[in-house]
Every structure is written in structure tokens, then in C-alpha cells.
């Protein structure tokens, strides 16, 4: 085998062609697109329709071959029958179809991540390739086959080695951004990627271990595996916050996949946004999952018969209201089984047809339909009438009735009698007070019970009137151009037609509560309540899920503490599985034992994890007299910390959690000292940072969940502990603050909170 130089110089030749293939496929969309456009809207209506829906595909290409330019290139196979494949991003071919990169979902590439010594099949050899841009600048092997003759020639050209591609992309200064791990995927997590569409996933991992980018690494696959059934429903990508979302939005369009719903629970409604937050209590209430029912029976209460029913006149005839007949129409529309508001019509439509019985039966001939019709007018627009029928079936909107439920405690009383005088206090609010993250599922149930806003009803259906003709003109335009059965569709043409995008199944599913989504994510899932379960299984019917979390980082009265529990209700025994990731890659040792123990010992489950490095005096511990003397500290060990890791090209982040009473004047420590030490342009860098793209960041355990840094400063853990709602949430928020380094952990307390809490 030639020398180190001569394979790094081999190789580019190989990356070479898949990137000479890439700019050949960039440069003939580009031909094609701007081919399409150059024709502008000249021509009838069927071929303006057809050079939309093209020109959308070709746009559509065009971003996914942008979005894999970085490390196109990072493995290759070796066979014992002498071929070889590399494996890439995606999978390209040379105009005569000649394989030239193999996809990373592709089975021909599973032994990548499979393959193992004692089970390789006829793969002698993995190779790890690293890029720096386009330039190949290292190789790695892993001789599979130890009888091999590649193992003495690897040897000899210095590229034999176990692991060293994933050390190095540990090492790496994080960026804000989460990375794609699709060059160092894991056995272990292989397996869980590639596993079955049809069964709820649940993979258990403690910090570190890769829950997130395997979920993400898994959305990718299974949209390029099962892309006939996913391209129409789409993928949601459930987190935790908004600024997690920011961090990881990048991995899918990395991965080639552009069209994926990312949303928390607070903004899961369309044009509804949670603003305001609940206490720990109130969200465990507002969680559980008998609010279901508590929402039911608020709808319920609004279905009555009035005390005091009217009498029409109605051309000098007195036409009663009755309680018997208001009482026959509300169970006629009960049984319709719809929601609320589509029920309250058939309601309206039997009371308005028993008062013009009661008009017929009073007259002393049999009145023609004519007569009837008036009468019936004449009910429609009598105010009484209105306001009597309103009072019998109201109708509502969601927003409605749960500021409604909130801002009369005598009534929630009634619908929950489950609570305690001190639940309802701890609930009840002004009216008009701003939506909080836990109002969110309650009002997408009573959105869900009550059906449309009756205002907007007439709108829908003209609307749906339009999309019907629209889907219909479009599936005939293809039926005269003979191509409905290419790879335009008439859903294509409808989509053109309203002049969306590529991102159409996105973009209409993010806007359209009632979607069904083929699959979704949902990550740090353990915080999750009975209710946001029941919002997010309405949304995936299928319940095709996968599920990520750790039980020790639950941080939320109502989350999960076990997932048998919370599982089990909601797929059943035998529809989910779950899987556990060991392997932390995230902590230096010392970090994650220090982190361990102390959760432990605090009673927490913790996963069977073992750190993959040492860094040494990667863990430090310092303790001073007051807070004035803990505030200069703080900033001191940030500033130190941020002249290590915190570069002028935008990598490198470091945290300071703190406990949410310090950190306005810790910030402002920190930030004064900075100011005294840096450069005025590179500190005003960092403070016109936006928050989710911080490299200094100073804030509270809840924002950094699913987050990582290349240092943190945890700052009074016994304040943080005694913030917290409970004992087991302390440990969890502790816990989540201590994992977060991938370099270096430092704490920073004063005298009395060491006394406090030990760890």
C-alpha cells in the first residue's frame, strides 16, 4: 500500500468526481430552470400550469444539491472481491449510470455503521475520510477482517486506527449549531434509525449519547425510505424550545430533507403563540389527564334548557318554545357525534322545525309551503328566538372557553370536582390574561370538541368549494396533457396554481391544525404531560412516533419518570419499543461521573453510560466567601473560558447557568468584565449576539436542555436546587447544568451554599 501522502492524494481524486458529478447536476438544474422561466407566461393555461410545476422541481433539486456541499464525501467500503463504495450524503451516478457515491440510508451502506470484526460479511475494510471543505486532509481504517491482507498494508501507511474520526468530531468548538453526525453514526444507533415506520420508537439515552441526532438522523431515513408515503403527510419535528429548534435546524437540510415541520408545544396551533408561563403546580395540573374531561364538561355546561322560555308571535299566532322540543333537538344533535359548533346546526335546524310545527299545528287549515317558509324567516331573524337558542347551545371558539375556564374558579369548582380548593386557586386568572405553554393542549382540545369557529364556517366551505374546482381543473389539464402518470401530479399543478413553493406539504401542514402528519419527533420528551401526548397523538393518528428523552433530566411536575407508564396508555404494550443508548459522547469522563453521582444520589435513574474521553482537569471547583465575591469570580472564570474557547470566526460557546435570582447581576458581571479584557469591536460582537446564537450565554437550567457548550460555569447549585419545584426536579435541573461541557465544567459557589448541598 502506497504511503499516507499518495492515499490522501487517491482519495481526492474520489471526492473530485463526486463534486465534478454535483456541480454537473447544480449546473444542468440551473439550464433546465432558467429554460422554464426564460418562457415566461406565454401559452394557454395548461402549459403555463406544467412549466410552474417543473420549474418548482428543479428549484426544489437545486436546494437539496446546495444543502449537501458540506462533506459530500466521508466514507468508503472495501470488498473482499477488491470493489469499492463510497459513501456520501446522497447517492449520485455518472451520466451512464455508473455508481459514484452510495446514499448513508441506502442498505448498500449499512455495513458502515454495522459492520463489525466479528460480523462484516465480505467487508475487509471501512474507511473514515475527512474533509475540509472539498480538500480530503484525512483517512482513517478499520480493518474488518483481521486475516486480511489490508491490515499489514493499512498499518504501514499510517492509517490504521479504531475511532479517531469521532474523537476528533467531539473535539471540535461548537458553533450554536448542531452538526449532522452522519460520519461517525454508531452501531448502536444505527439500529435504531433504521428501524420499522410503523412502530413508536422510544430511545433512552443520558447526556451526551446522541438522543437528538439520532432522532434527527432517523427522520432523514425514514423520509428516504418510505418517501411515497411520507412526501404527502410530512414529518414534525417536535422540541423543547425555540432556541433547541434554532440549534438543530440545520441537520435535516444537511441530510438532503428541506420539508420538515419544526414547532414546540407552545406554537403547535396555527396563529396561536403561548407568551406567558405557569408554575410548576399549575402546569402539573393543567397537564394531567383528566383536564380532558374537565374541558368536556365545560362544553357540556354550555348545552342547557333556559328557565325562561319564549313566546313568538308570529302572524298573531303564538308560537311557544317548548323545553320538551328543545330537549328532542339537542339529542338529535348529540347524536350526529360532531363537534360543538357542526352539531349546534342540526340543533338550530330541529328547534327552528318543531316552532314552525307548533305555527302549523294552531292554524285552522293546512298553510302551503310558502306560508311555512315565511314563518320559518320569520323564527330565523326574531331576537328572542336568537337569544333563547344561543342560550340553549352556545357557540364558541377555543380561546373562549378556556379564558372563560380559568377566570371563573366557582365554575372550574364544578367541572373538576378532582381538585382541591388550593388546585383551583392555583388556576384561576383575570380574564383576558395572555395564554401560557400549558394552555396549549387544553385549547387545542376544545378546539378539537368544538369543531370550526362558526364565524369563519361559511368562509371554510366557500374556500373548500375553490380547492375542490381547483384539484379538479388541475387533474383534468393532466388528463389533456397525457401526464398524470409522470412525475407531475395534480396535486402539483393545485399546489403551482396557488403559487406555493417546494416546501408545500410543510408549509400547508404548519399552517392547518387538523393535519395528520405521516411521522413525528419529539424530542427531550420527558417532559411531556398526559395532555401534550393527547395533542400530539391527534396530530399522528398512525402513531408513528419517535420518542426521545432521559428520565433523570425531567424537569416538569407532569413529565415522565418512567416510560412503561406514560407509554403503555398511549400505544399499548406491544406498539412501542424501547431502546437505550450507553455511550456518552458528549462529557469528558470526569464530567459525566461527577454528574452521575451525584444524580444517583439523589435518586434519579441514570443510563449505563461510559465517557469515551478524558480530558484532564476538565472538572473544577471553586468557593468563595460572599456574593460579591462570587459575582467577581463568576466573571473572572467566564472571561478565562471565553479566551479559550470563544473565537472571532463565531465558534466556541460557553454557558453560566445560574439560578434565575442571579442572573441579571451575574450577566452584568460578566459582561463588565469582558468589556475590560477584550477588544471593543469583538466585545460588542458578543453582545449584539441574538440570544439563541450566544457564545457567552448567562441564564437559567431550562434553557440549556438539549443544548451543548464547549465550558460552563454552574453557578450556586444549592440556590438552583432550592428554585426548583421538588427535590427530584432540583436533581434533574442540576444534573441537566452539570452535562452540558464538552470540554470543561466549572462551579463556582459561595460558603453557604456548598453547606447546602453536596456535591
Excluded at 46 to 67: I, V
Excluded at 217 to 238: D, F, I, K, M, N
Excluded at 307 to 329: F, K, R, Y
Excluded at 532 to 555: E, Y
Aim: proline residues 4%; negative net charge; contains cysteine.
Amino acid at each position: 500500500m502506497s504511503s499516507y501522502a499518495e492515499q490522501l492524494r487517491e482519495e481526492q481524486q474520489a471526492v473530485d468526481r463526486a463534486y465534478g458529478r454535483l456541480d454537473d447536476l447544480r449546473a444542468q438544474m440551473w439550464q433546465r430552470l432558467d429554460t422554464v422561466r426564460a418562457a415566461g407566461s406565454h401559452g394557454s393555461p395548461t402549459q403555463r400550469t406544467e412549466r410552474d410545476s417543473f420549474a418548482t422541481m428543479y428549484e426544489n433539486r437545486l436546494t437539496q444539491l446546495r444543502a449537501v456541499e458540506d462533506r459530500l464525501v466521508f466514507g468508503r467500503l472495501d470488498a473482499s472481491n477488491g470493489e469499492r463504495h463510497y459513501i456520501g450524503r446522497i447517492g449520485l451516478s455518472s451520466e451512464d449510470h455508473e455508481p459514484i457515491l452510495t446514499d448513508w440510508r441506502a442498505d448498500a451502506a449499512r455495513p458502515f455503521y454495522e459492520a463489525t470484526p466479528s460480523n462484516h460479511g465480505d467487508i475487509v475494510m471501512r474507511r473514515h475520510i475527512t474533509l475540509s471543505f472539498r480538500e480530503v486532509v484525512g483517512v482513517e481504517d478499520e480493518v474488518l477482517d483481521v486475516h486480511s491482507e489490508q491490515v499489514g498494508q493499512a498499518s504501514s501507511a499510517g492509517t490504521l486506527t479504531g475511532e479517531g474520526a469521532l474523537l476528533a468530531s467531539l473535539s471540535t468548538r461548537r458553533t450554536g449549531k448542531m452538526t449532522d453526525i452522519v460520519a461517525t453514526i454508531q452501531a448502536e444507533q444505527d439500529r435504531i434509525i433504521r428501524s420499522d415506520l410503523n412502530r413508536a420508537i422510544v430511545v433512552q439515552g443520558g447526556p451526551g449519547t446522541g438522543k437528538t441526532a439520532v432522532a434527527l438522523h432517523r427522520a432523514a431515513y425514514l423520509l428516504y425510505t418510505h418517501r411515497r408515503t411520507l412526501e404527502r403527510s410530512g414529518v414534525l419535528v417536535v422540541g423543547p424550545s425555540s432556541t433547541f429548534l434554532h440549534y438543530i435546524d440545520q441537520v435535516l437540510p444537511s441530510l438532503g430533507e428541506t420539508g420538515v415541520v419544526s414547532r414546540t408545544i407552545a406554537d403547535l396551533i396555527p396563529g396561536v403563540t403561548a407568551t406567558a408561563a405557569d408554575s410548576p403546580h399549575a402546569a402539573k395540573l393543567k397537564g394531567d389527564k383528566r383536564m380532558a374531561h374537565v374541558v368536556s364538561n365545560a362544553i357540556a355546561a354550555r348545552i342547557r334548557v333556559p328557565a325562561n322560555l319564549p313566546t313568538v308571535p308570529i302572524s298573531g299566532i303564538q308560537v311557544p318554545m317548548l323545553a320538551s322540543d328543545i330537549e328532542q333537538a339537542q339529542a338529535d344533535a348529540k347524536r350526529t357525534r360532531q363537534p360543538h359548533n357542526k352539531a349546534r346546526e342540526t340543533f338550530i335546524r330541529s328547534m327552528l322545525a318543531s316552532m314552525q310545527m307548533r305555527y302549523a299545528e294552531q292554524l285552522d287549515y293546512t298553510p302551503d309551503q310558502a306560508e311555512l317558509n315565511r314563518a320559518m324567516s320569520l323564527l330565523r331573524m326574531n331576537e328572542k328566538v336568537r337569544k333563547t337558542l344561543n342560550l340553549c347551545w352556545l357557540p364558541m371558539t377555543g380561546p373562549w372557553l378556556i379564558d372563560q375556564l380559568f377566570a371563573r374558579p366557582e365554575r372550574l369548582r364544578s367541572y373538576a370536582p378532582w381538585m382541591s380548593d388550593e388546585d383551583v386557586k392555583a388556576l384561576a386568572r383575570p380574564k383576558g390574561s395572555p395564554l401560557t405553554r400549558s394552555d396549549i393542549p387544553l385549547l387545542d382540545e376544545a378546539m378539537d370538541l368544538l369543531g370550526p369557529d362558526p364565524k369563519l364556517q361559511a368562509r371554510s366551505s366557500a374556500a373548500a368549494a375553490r380547492e375542490a374546482a381547483e384539484e379538479q381543473y388541475a387533474k383534468d389539464t393532466l388528463a389533456a396533457t397525457g401526464l398524470g402518470q409522470g412525475i407531475v401530479t395534480s396535486q402539483m399543478l393545485l399546489d403551482q396554481m396557488n403559487g406555493d413553493d417546494g416546501e408545500l406539504v410543510a408549509q400547508r401542514a404548519a399552517s392547518d391544525r387538523e393535519w395528520t402528519y405521516g411521522h413525528i419527533v419529539v424530542d427531550e420528551a420527558q417532559e411531556l404531560t398526559a395532555m401534550d401526548w393527547r395533542m400530539l397523538i391527534r396530530r399522528c393518528p398512525s402513531r408513528s412516533f419517535t420518542i426521545v428523552g432521559d428520565v433523570a433530566q425531567t424537569s416538569a411536575l407532569g413529565g415522565t419518570r418512567r416510560w412503561e407508564k406514560m407509554m403503555n396508555r398511549l400505544f399499548g404494550e406491544t406498539r412501542w419499543d424501547l431502546n437505550e443508548l450507553t455511550i456518552n459522547y458528549r462529557n469528558p469522563q470526569e464530567v459525566s461521573e461527577l454528574a452521575s453521582r451525584f444524580a444517583q444520589n439523589e435518586g434519579l435513574y441514570i443510563s449505563t453510560v461510559n465517557a469515551v474521553r478524558r480530558i484532564p482537569d476538565s472538572v473544577t471547583h471553586h468557593v468563595v466567601d460572599d456574593e460579591d465575591s462570587l459575582l467577581a469570580r463568576v466573571a473572572d472564570e467566564a472571561t478565562a473560558l471565553a479566551n479559550q474557547f470563544v473565537s472571532d470566526d463565531g465558534t466556541g460557546r460557553i454557558a453560566i447557568i445560574c439560578p434565575q435570582g442571579l442572573i441579571a447581576p451575574v450577566r452584568n458581571a460578566v459582561r463588565q468584565q469582558l468589556s475590560a479584557t477584550l477588544d471593543p469591536a469583538q466585545y460588542q460582537r458578543l453582545i449584539d449576539q441574538s440570544e439563541w446564537d450566544e457564545q457567552v450565554s448567562v441564564c437559567g437550567t431550562e434553557t440549556v436542555k438539549g443544548l451543548e457548550f464547549d465550558a460552563v460555569v454552574v453557578v450556586e447549585p444549592g440556590r438552583i436546587s432550592d428554585d426548583a419545584a421538588s427535590r427530584l426536579v432540583a436533581a434533574s435541573d442540576l444534573y441537566v447544568a452539570m452535562t452540558r461541557p464538552t470540554q470543561r465544567l466549572v462551579i463556582v459557589r459561595t460558603k453557604a451554599d456548598e453547606k447546602s448541598l453536596t456535591i
